[in-house]
């Protein structure tokens, strides 16, 4: 029996003691986060705060064991075994462009194709758009309906084809909720030995991702959207891959030995190579706490507990006159709800939301691509995630008639 | 007026925009665009002018939310009464900056710059993101003329 209880999570993020009246459902931006995390992050601070791979003092050591074991406990969370390296970053768009830029980008002829859906974020489109701007490559929409993220298979032979030489893709859409059969992309791109790129960072909030089972090339992530600190993300990749990278971003702590030309630079082994500046410590840590605390909570219960709520705000939504619906039924499970009217704006939604204390998003989600395919100039989002309640999704349906009752025209 | 009764002239220019077109603008018109990046809503000025310069027409295109809309609306009230006359390219030019100016200070009341009618715009100071809102039609008016 479940003993799963949203009132109770809530109450770990102090967050809410602060906003308590909040209906907070923009998680797909950003999530809040736990005590757990807030204390690790302020312990970092306190009692191991020191240079990361820099110096010789007990402190500095005790720095690089505490960032060598936030690693290894994310590498455990995502299912990276020894075959795999986990590099810090600052971002999963951080983490996309390192590939564009250092794998990529060098293995681009005029004419190859670079494949992504009609549903990724910017930051997994624009990378790709530069990189064939400069290449004469281009990019390619994999045939899909959306809406419920259903790959066309019949219409795919282009996308593993002979000019075929890099698929990026989102598991989870940040507009629609829908989710790609990533796993069925990665085997058939192994089979033709393309290599994969997956955009995790809808998908880590409340997913177990297992990157060796996965089998994909490459796997970014933020840590902001799983309870985690801002300012951190992760690209975990294939070593093979990485020993075929260039490194990007040039600095300190990436190189061993400083030559008299750049070809004689002797770069850092993996994963330091990738990960110039000085380390992101208090960030390393926060995000180790946050993949600890989403350990113990029990997958079934996070997953059915967003279901249940995303199903029942998509019904709701779907009896006003006037809402149109971008998320299918079958994904409302994912807890990322869009929505828009016939004549009222969403931007006009959510002020009438924020007005009432309920955080939504409204615009394109820096998703033009989809919205620009679908003809439609933006929508509202709710974004749901383990802290929110009943209420929450009620204050909205309020505050979404309301708005209609405003602005209709 | 009271906060109801700007909110009602506001929802008025929404509702019943002046000067609004959703047809093209004739090939002689001056067009300006302006464009939120942060929701993607975008308008369109165009101005018919004579040889001399003087103002004809001003109309207006937008895909915009109620504060977009009514904020046009309200431009274009403010450029009907600047009919015939050659555009006041360095007063349009104060008074937008006027407006940015106000919309970021606390106090309600309109300076005495600016016309009576971008009083109901005092209810955006209480929603920062909204600002960009009301200055979109006012890009677009850079745009389509030298301020």
Not at chain 1, 182 to 191: D, F, G, P
Request: net charge neutral.
């Amino acid at each position: 029996m479940s003993t799963f209880s949203a009132e109770k999570v809530r109450a770990q993020f102090p967050f809410f003691s602060h906003h308590p009246n909040i209906a907070y459902l923009d998680n797909a931006a950003t999530t809040q986060k736990p005590q757990v995390v807030i204390d690790s992050i302020t312990h970092s601070y306190i009692s191991a705060n020191a240079p990361v791979a820099r110096g010789l003092y007990s402190l500095a050591a005790s720095a690089d064991e505490h960032y060598a074991n936030a690693r290894s406990t994310l590498s455990k969370y995502f299912g990276a075994g020894n075959s795999t390296k986990c590099i810090f970053t600052s971002s999963a768009t951080a983490s996309i462009n390192l590939v564009a830029n250092s794998f990529v980008k060098s293995r681009l002829n005029k004419g190859d194709e670079i494949w992504l859906t009609p549903l990724e974020h910017h930051s997994n489109f624009l990378p790709w758009q530069r990189i064939c701007a400069s290449s004469g490559a281009v990019i390619k929409w994999i045939p899909m309906n959306p809406i419920s993220g259903d790959i066309h298979w019949e219409k795919c032979d282009a996308l593993f084809g002979q000019k075929s030489k890099f698929i990026a893709i989102t598991a989870l859409s940040n507009v629609t909720g829908a989710a790609i059969d990533i796993k069925l992309v990665c085997q058939r791109a192994a089979k033709a030995s393309i290599p994969v790129l997956i955009d995790g960072a809808q998908l880590v909030a409340h997913h177990l991702v297992e990157f060796d089972k996965l089998d994909c090339d490459f796997f970014v992530c933020s840590a902001h959207k799983m309870f985690g600190p801002n300012g951190i993300g992760l690209l975990l990749a294939k070593t093979q891959r990485l020993e075929q990278m260039q490194p990007d971003i040039l600095g300190g702590g990436m190189i061993d030995w400083l030559g008299h030309t750049f070809e004689d630079n002797q770069w850092s082994s993996l994963p330091r190579s990738f990960e110039p500046g000085s380390a992101n410590l208090s960030g390393a840590i926060g995000f180790s706490a946050a993949a600890q605390y989403m350990n113990q909570l029990r997958q079934a219960d996070v997953q059915d507990h967003i279901a249940y709520l995303g199903r029942h705000l998509l019904s709701e939504l779907s009896n006003i006159n006037g809402i149109r619906l971008l998320t299918a039924p079958e994904n409302a499970k994912n807890g990322i709800i869009s929505f828009f009217h016939d004549t009222v704006h969403p931007h006009d939604i959510a002020q009438v939301c924020a007005d009432n204390q309920v955080a939504i998003r409204a615009g394109h989600h820096c998703a033009q691509p989809l919205f620009n395919r679908l003809s439609i100039q933006g929508a509202a989002r709710a974004s749901l995630t383990i802290y929110n309640t009943q209420r929450d999704i009620q204050i909205l349906l309020t505050c979404v008639q309301r708005a209609i009752d405003e602005f209709a025209l | 007026m009271n906060t109801d009764e700007l909110k009602q002239t506001l929802l008025k220019h929404y509702r019943q925009p002046a000067h609004r077109t959703t047809t093209p603008f004739p090939p002689n018109y001056k067009v300006g665009k302006g464009i939120n990046p942060a929701c993607g809503d975008d308008v369109e000025i165009g101005l018919e002018l004579d040889s001399l310069g003087n103002l004809i027409d001003a109309q207006f295109r937008a895909r915009g939310c109620s504060i977009c809309i009514a904020s046009s609306s309200m431009l274009m009230t403010i450029l009907s009464k600047m009919q015939s006359k050659p555009l006041p390219n360095h007063e349009l030019q104060t008074l937008k900056y006027a407006l940015e100016t106000w919309l970021t200070e606390p106090t309600l009341k309109l300076p005495n710059e600016l016309p009576e009618v971008l009083l109901p715009l005092s209810l955006v100071k209480s929603m920062p993101a909204r600002k960009k809102c009301v200055m979109l039609i006012w890009h677009a008016l850079e745009n389509a003329i030298p301020m």
